[in-house]
């Protein structure tokens, strides 16, 4: 999850993602912010993510991203 955190916080270290729920659905995060964040998720842990997986109830957290993130290594 740390790592997760790193990139996220390098994304943007304006944003509280500890405790915010609604990334996606309130605008924080934009589209540039998503492919960046996708691209970082691919690298850092080594999974392949379609056009399929990217719902915005998988991005709206910190936590719904790490347990996405986890979905996909299994």
Do not use: C, H
């Not at 960046?36 to 997986?53: K, Q």
């Not at 998988?58 to 993130?69: K, Q, R």
């Amino acid at each position: 999850m740390e790592q997760l955190m790193e990139l996220l916080r390098e994304l943007r270290p304006d944003v509280d993602f500890e405790t915010e729920t609604a990334l996606i659905d309130d605008g924080i995060l934009g589209s540039f912010d998503i492919t960046s964040l996708v691209n970082g998720i691919m690298d850092e842990f080594d999974v392949e993510l379609n056009m399929a997986d990217l719902e915005p109830e998988n991005f709206n957290s910190a936590e719904a991203i790490w347990e996405f993130i986890q979905s996909l290594k299994d």
